[in-house]
């Protein structure tokens, strides 16, 4: 079965300060990988999804197949990044269309 | 309308009570999903609907879950005998084709509805 682990309830970190919100994921075959992401009192929105190889408001994310890992990352993060980060996996069927979800990083970015 | 549209956005639900939940997706999506999540918790997938045609309800958590898409465009949840351990916020997504492995392919998801079951 497929897993996502968000290991991290909360992340708080200063203006500034790098951030890395950590995602392992249980898979056996070759998925692709998500980032959503809720701000306060807005709706669940795609942040990044890993085949665009894309860089939005700063974050990256790297695939690492070796330690099944998909971790979030910005070198400085800005007080309008706190925000709810989920991290989602699609499997590699095709056609199976099932976003799995992790349990969510709470990210607190303090002044 | 622009967006992903849920209603209602909250209802409260003595146990044993039927209750109806509404989506109204973006128009023109094919593809429309349904999520409940629960408190603490990530989205969990419900079901799936491309046009009307329900092509995978294996999330939904018992035969007391039903949802339809009749003409393809709303969709309605429906629960029946709500329990407590139906307490929950039910996101409903849309997306143009579904998703797929190329890299298009986005959910844009309603505001959900919060349902609370006493």
């Known amino acids: 079965a497929q897993r996502v682990t968000q290991p991290e309830k909360l992340l708080s970190v200063f203006k500034g300060a790098p951030v890395e919100l950590k995602c392992n994921y249980s898979?056996?075959?070759?998925?692709?990988l998500f980032w959503y992401v809720q701000y306060s009192r807005q709706r669940l929105q795609l942040l990044l999804r890993?085949?665009s190889r894309e860089s939005i408001k700063g974050f990256t994310a790297d695939l690492n197949k070796g330690e099944t890992s998909f971790h979030l990352k910005k070198p400085f993060a800005q007080e309008e990044d706190s925000a709810m980060y989920y991290c989602?996996?699609?499997?590699?069927?095709?056609?199976?269309?099932?976003?799995?979800f992790g349990t969510g990083t709470r990210l607190l970015v303090s002044p | 309308g622009a967006g992903v549209s849920q209603s209602p956005r909250y209802k409260v639900a003595k146990r044993g009570q039927d209750v109806a939940l509404r989506c109204d997706p973006i128009?023109?999506?094919?593809?429309l999903f349904w999520y409940q999540q629960a408190l603490g918790q990530g989205p969990e997938f419900l079901t799936y609907f491309q046009n009307e045609a329900q092509l995978d309800k294996s999330g939904l958590p018992s035969d007391r879950f039903f949802a339809e898409r009749p003409e393809g465009s709303v969709s309605t949840l429906k629960i029946q005998r709500t329990q407590q351990e139906d307490s929950a916020v039910y996101l409903c997504?849309?997306?143009?084709?579904?998703?797929?492995?190329?890299?298009?392919?986005?959910?844009?998801f309603g505001e959900g509805s919060r349902l609370t079951v006493l």
């Open positions: 997504a849309s997306s143009l084709f579904g998703l797929d492995l190329s890299g298009t392919g986005e959910l844009f």
């Open positions: 898979y056996s075959g070759s998925p692709e």
């Open positions: 128009s023109g999506h094919v593809s």
């Open positions: 890993h085949i």
């Open positions: 989602a996996l699609l499997p590699g069927n095709t056609g199976f269309q099932k976003l799995v």
